[in-house]
């Protein structure tokens, strides 16, 4: 029985390198890695730029000729020059970027996320599917009255992947918006919108009532469907919205009415219900707001499709003041 494993083994060990690489193609990144363990073999094809070349998008090349310099603040943790050896394709020094194997760059667009359009938009990989994300900068969204000094400002602020931040000073009608085209996502996968903010000290106006979030598919025949995205959604921006959930789940007169007679109501909304719906805090110490999401088929049928985003609350009429966006940011959406 030994010794059949060990024939079994070595016989799989003799396949081409390119072969065993074309069969890690079909798995994951992530299983791709642990594949190293397996022999010597299976690491030289595990760590090839033919394998890794399939995890990353067909189109990076043309992603990373759009790549923007780094903002100045972030101009200490620049990349190591590389090597005159190193084959130009891999370099792009001007931009910053340099990386020695396709591998490296998967992971650089993984954990570094790439300024492009003139440092307007960025770009990043999803670690765990090689999927596209993208985060439209405040400076490429329209945001009303953003132009106009007394109401918004414009500047650095620590953390921002973005050279300018938004910040508002005071508006009672408080709306802006971004798109982007979904031909420059991945296809076939479920896609949501997050609002990247947070709020500067003594933030005001954003308790009550709720903003309207409205994530939609405009053109395309086959993505222009009420299935293919959420539509319009209520979305709390109070900073302290966790302390005021329950209220917004249940007004104070229902809940007087639930406390007398709860043995005979309904069981109240789940709490999971409202999750995204608040400011909820990332790893990366930024807040942010599910907007919506989509599905982005992406084939024939949506070629000249749009993702359109928008927030407005303008019902209210009070005013406004504290929010920092930094931006709309758009990745695949975690299973629930």
Known sequence: MEKQEEKNKSDFNSLPEG?????????????????????????????????????????YKDIIARASPPPPSSSSSSSPSPSPAADSTYTAATTGISFSSKKELYYRLCNEPLLIDGGRKSFALEKSSGKKCFMLGAKELFIIWGGTPKYWRWRE????????????????????????????????????????????????????????AEVKIVGGSGNNSSSAASGERPVYLDPDGSRRRQLQVAPHRIGLIRRRFGHILSPAPSMSRWEGQFPQERNDGWMEIEMGHFYNDGGEDSEGAELQMSLREIKGGHWKSGLIIQGIEIRPKADN
Do not use: N
């Open 19 to 59: 072969c065993i690489s074309s069969i890690l193609s079909l798995t994951s990144p992530r299983d791709a890695c642990r594949s190293c363990l397996v022999s010597s073999v299976f690491k030289s094809a595990a760590e090839s730029d033919a394998l890794w070349d399939e995890f990353l998008p067909s189109d």
């Open 157 to 212: 602020f620590p953390g921002s992947r973005f050279a300018e931040v938004a910040e508002l000073l005071a508006v009672c009608w408080l709306e802006f918006s971004g798109k982007l085209q979904t031909r420059l996502l991945s296809p076939k996968t479920l896609y949501a919108a997050y609002l990247v903010l947070k709020f500067v000290e003594g933030a005001y106006g954003f308790d009550h009532p709720p903003a309207e």
